[in-house]
């Protein structure tokens, strides 16, 4: 397949969890992206999404401008190109920034029985999100919302993953790649964004699915052996921000990043060595300011949005270098 920039290059872009917080920081990191680089998001060979990532992927597989998204993040409707006419509440159609009563029980006794033996080879996120219960809210706004761009089958250009874990069997699954079960957009998102313990696991066919960051923030390593160049990954839960804050729910929020640091630079060693350049992109220290402790805090989205387009652009005009991930090892 030739590359969709047009000049020879074979670029692949990468859009992490983060719930909704993390898709409005997305959303400022895209606008940033285009604008230092020239590239339209929508022209990369290759996107990967996970979570709330999964959400703009679809999106801009199915032909959405990054423009527009960003109008909808503001406006929360449109009236032009394919969302044109789709009114979201971020208020509503989120579900709230607290997860209600989650159901009785494990989430996932299956999930559990099948890897009995070697739990050890699965994500600690992956069998906790099977031991967590299983949590009673919908995402039925959110496939809507996908639906209204894509009713039905898949988005029509090749190179559109969206990320899911089986909560039957543990395994990470791909949807829209040739390995993963067929199935419409609008249900691998939700799947996607199904967090455990929140939302309800998604039923696919015979198996349920669940928010692919219980594999991994970001799937970087899907990048792998697809003949790269480049590739740009936007992480909302990574950050290399070393700081000590007082308050006991940051300095958990903060054990919880450099974790999904850790292994974002693990996979990221892994495309490098497979001969793409990375450039990855999170939070600074202003964004997490914006962000609070709480990714599903509705009432900061419009403050993490200014400021992720400003700290972005910066952030992309002088890359720092990546720190060695043996940073990471001792946290927490």
Same mark, same amino acid.
């Given at each position: ?11 692949? #872009? ?24 020239? !590239?339209?998001?929508?022209?990369? $060979? ?70 009995? #033996? ?87 066919? @015979?198996?349920?699915?669940? $928010? ?9 390593? #899907? ?5 790269? $160049? @480049? ?11 070393? $700081? ?36 990855? !992109? ?6 997490? @300011? ?31 270098? !990546? ?10």
């Amino acid at each position: 397949m030739t590359a969709h920039g047009g000049d020879g290059t074979r670029r692949g #872009l990468v859009l992490g969890g983060g719930g909704v917080l993390g898709a409005a920081w997305m959303v400022g990191a895209l606008s940033a992206l285009e604008a230092q680089t020239g !590239l339209d998001a929508r022209d990369f $060979d290759q996107v990967v999404g996970t979570s709330a990532g999964s959400v703009l992927a679809g999106l801009l597989g199915a032909g959405v401008p990054v423009a527009d998204l960003l109008h909808h993040q503001i406006e929360g409707s449109i009236d032009a190109g394919p969302l044109a006419g789709y009114l979201w509440d971020y208020e509503r159609d989120t579900g709230g920034d607290r997860p209600g009563l989650p159901r009785p029980g494990l989430g996932s006794r299956e999930l559990l029985r099948r890897n009995a #033996l070697h739990l050890r080879s699965l994500p600690p996120t992956a069998v906790l999100s099977a031991i967590l219960p299983e949590g009673r809210g919908s995402l039925e706004a959110v496939g809507a919302m996908v639906g209204h761009v894509v009713p039905s089958g898949w988005v029509p250009r090749e190179g559109i993953t969206v990320v899911a874990l089986d909560y039957d069997t543990g395994e990470r699954v791909p949807f829209g790649r040739e390995e993963a079960p067929p199935v419409d957009l609008p249900a691998a998102v939700m799947a996607s964004c199904a967090i455990p313990g929140w939302y309800q696991p998604v039923r696919i066919g @015979e198996h349920r699915y669940i $928010d692919g960051g219980a594999w991994s923030s970001t799937n970087l390593d #899907l990048m792998v052996g697809l003949g790269l $160049d @480049e590739v740009y990954v936007l992480a909302p839960q990574v950050s290399f921000v070393k $700081d000590t804050p007082t308050h006991w729910r940051t300095r958990v929020e903060r054990q919880w990043r450099n974790r999904v640091t850790l292994r974002a630079l693990r996979e990221l060693h892994r495309v490098h060595a497979d001969g793409a350049e990375v450039t990855i !992109l999170g939070p600074g220290e202003e964004d997490l @300011e914006a962000f609070g402790s709480n990714l599903m805090d509705v009432s900061r989205r419009p403050g993490v949005i200014a400021t992720s387009l400003r700290t972005s652009a910066a952030a992309l005009r002088d890359p720092a270098p !990546l720190p060695d991930h043996s940073t990471f090892e001792d946290v927490g």
